[in-house]
């Protein structure tokens, strides 16, 4: 069966479920995925059990969601489409990178393996999204960095930022204003856990920043 052939909620399901434990090592739960898709649990438990019933993943009651080999390779396929669609909106098209994700979102379902294959060869076949995101290669090989949240980092360090999470448009916008994208070079100059506070310096320009804990969370770097 071929990703085109399921419907845009399981290729939607299967994504979600793989990407949720990319970078944590917490299964996702039937409400977790209820709140991110934006349907009821019932009706993901419903999408649940018809993705079991074609062999895509397998769901024990209250036990965690564990997707097939096969479901594995539909939802890395569905995330190479997204993230190289993502980046050609970015390097080609111009837009922000906090505004590609939903434009992302619809377009995965409508493209087909032979045009992300022409845009991946177009963008120089990249290996990250603009979010620093690891973009899948053709063949289904993900190729995560050794990387770690922020908030884990013991100062005083030097770090670069690796990847930043996209799923809050307005925190990316705050990032921008904060000179903090991939590959900018950073000082972790102390962590105050009791304040929520983590203070950085970035490198290029010497501006001293202190991050709250969820801006922080979403920053994830590795030693410079």
């Known amino acids: 069966m071929p990703v085109s052939d399921l419907t845009h909620s399981a290729q939607d399901y299967l994504k979600l479920i793989w990407t949720a434990t990319e970078w944590s090592a917490t299964p ?3 409400s977790v995925m209820a709140e991110r898709l934006g349907v009821t649990p019932p009706t993901v438990s419903d999408g649940i059990r018809k993705l079991a019933r074609q062999g895509l993943l397998s769901h024990a009651p209250y036990g965690s969601i564990e997707l097939t080999d096969l479901g594995r390779e539909h939802a890395l396929t569905m995330v190479r489409r997204h993230r190289l669609l993502e980046t050609f909106l970015v390097e080609v098209l111009h837009y922000g990178w906090d505004e590609v994700h939903d434009e992302a979102e619809v377009l995965e379902h ?5 045009l992300i294959e022409r845009i991946a060869a177009h963008l120089g076949h990249p290996t990250h999204d ?8 053709a063949d289904g090989q993900p190729h995560l960095p050794a990387a770690g949240q922020l908030t884990t980092v013991t100062p005083v360090r030097g770090v670069t ?11 990316l916008r705050y990032f921008s204003e904060l000179g903090l994208r991939p590959n900018t070079r950073l000082t ?5 856990p009791y304040a ?6 970035v ?8 991050l709250g804990s969820a801006a922080a969370a979403s920053i994830w770097v590795v030693s410079s």
């Open 130 to 137: 603009p979010h620093g995101d690891p973009i899948p290669t």
């Open 196 to 201: 929520d506070v983590t203070s950085v310096r």
């Open 203 to 210: 490198e290029d320009s010497g501006n001293e920043i202190d």
């Open 161 to 171: 930022i690796t990847r930043i999470s996209d799923a809050n448009p307005d925190m």
């Open 188 to 192: 972790v100059l102390g962590q105050r």
């Open 28 to 30: 996702i739960t039937i």
């Open 110 to 114: 409508a493209v087909s393996d032979a």
